[in-house]
């Protein structure tokens, strides 16, 4: 089926490890986003892309790493992960960046950190 | 920089009860409104959207209207059903030709029978 897809759903690690959450869309989508979600605070930006090899910082970005070699996959990694990056991570698409058009989101990846 | 404020949560409501949550922003040009919900365990889904000043966004009963005047886009419905229940975020696109989206905090919506 058509759609974006996050793996894993859930996930436990310790602080310090790395750890590698996925995205993958069957769109095509030319933009990609991840979000992280936390109570009081909506979902806030942590990175972006506007095509593969094209990727920039949001309003949260201290702590993670992303790529995206091919247009389908953006992968968000945590090199050393911390406590205060328990959250629940969203992966979103859209078509376009012009700010018309929503943006597709995943199920999202709830990960504990302890 | 660009902001959305919802009204704070839970909203407890009976079943056929009319519903608003209040949004208001503050953003610099014209941006388009969102409004987005999830459910339970799922992601975001996009319930309506504004582009517009005075455009009224509209779906599954839930209406919504771009106020440019008063920098609002409060939801409203007439008559809540327990499956409504759900968490609800306002948000917007400042068109800087990224799509980013700014989001309220969220609202928390509980209808019971």
């Known amino acids: 089926d058509a759609g974006i897809t996050q793996s894993p759903r859930y996930k436990i690690t310790e602080t310090g490890r790395q750890v590698t959450l996925m995205c993958h869309q069957t769109?095509?989508?030319?933009?990609m986003f991840w979000y992280r979600q936390d109570l009081g605070h909506g979902l806030r930006l942590i990175y972006y892309?506007?095509?593969?090899?094209?990727?920039d910082k949001g309003e949260v970005p201290d702590g993670y790493v992303v790529s995206r070699s091919k247009t389908e996959n953006f992968p968000l990694t945590l090199e050393s992960a911390t406590r205060s990056q328990t959250s629940v991570y969203f992966c979103a698409s859209s078509e376009v960046g012009d700010g018309y058009q929503p943006q597709h989101f995943g199920d999202g990846t709830r990960l504990s950190i302890l | 920089g660009d902001s959305v404020t919802q009204m704070e949560g839970p909203v407890t409501l009976s079943e056929e009860a009319f519903l608003t949550i209040n949004c208001t922003y503050t953003?610099?040009?014209?941006?388009?409104l969102f409004w987005y919900v999830q459910y339970p365990g799922e992601g975001l889904q996009l319930l309506l959207k504004?582009?517009?000043?005075?455009d009224k966004g509209s779906n599954k009963g839930f209406e919504a209207t771009y106020r440019k005047e008063t920098t609002s886009f409060h939801l409203e419905k007439g008559s809540v059903q327990v499956s409504d229940s759900a968490v609800y975020f306002c948000a917007l696109s400042d068109r800087s030709n990224t799509g980013k989206l700014i989001f309220g905090q969220g609202t928390t919506l509980q209808v019971k029978p």
């Open positions: 892309s506007a095509a593969a090899d094209i990727t």
């Open positions: 504004a582009t517009k000043a005075d």
């Open positions: 953003a610099t040009g014209y941006p388009s």
């Open positions: 769109w095509s989508h030319s933009y």
